[in-house]
């Protein structure tokens, strides 16, 4: 069993700043791409951006130049570092990831966190 946890959403004023956490636990083996997504009332869930095992990352451009991707590989954990918001930043954030289990059978296998409410006032 693989569980995705996320941190660090909330309230916060248009310019402001928010750091997203996630962390993966587990019967993990390895894991793949990580990334975040982010669903607005009544609209798709979009990507926000994406990385690899190796740090290629993989960004929305409504959101370049304004938030960045790391992750920790040594700890299963991905972070969203979130400047300059916007109202139009409000949204549920979900992490993903692509994770090979230790257990039976060992393919790999997408997951989702259960997601963090960031929203961002005028």
């Known amino acids: 069993q693989v569980q995705l946890v996320e941190s660090g959403g909330g309230l916060v004023q248009a310019g402001g700043s928010l750091r997203l956490s996630c962390t993966a636990s587990g019967s993990i083996f390895s894991i793949n791409a990580m990334g975040w997504y982010r669903q607005a009332p009544g609209k798709q869930r979009d990507l926000v951006v994406t990385?690899?095992?190796?740090?290629?990352?993989n960004y929305a451009d409504s959101v370049k130049g304004r938030f960045t991707i790391s992750r920790d590989n040594a700890k299963n954990t991905v972070y969203l570092q979130m400047n300059s918001l916007k109202p139009e930043d409000t949204a549920v954030y979900y992490c993903?990831?692509?994770?090979?289990?230790?257990?039976?059978?060992?393919?790999?296998?997408?997951?989702w966190g259960q997601g963090t409410q960031v929203t961002v006032s005028s």
């Open positions: 993903n990831a692509d994770v090979r289990p230790t257990s039976w059978p060992p393919y790999t296998r997408n997951y």
């Open positions: 990385i690899s095992s190796g740090g290629t990352t």
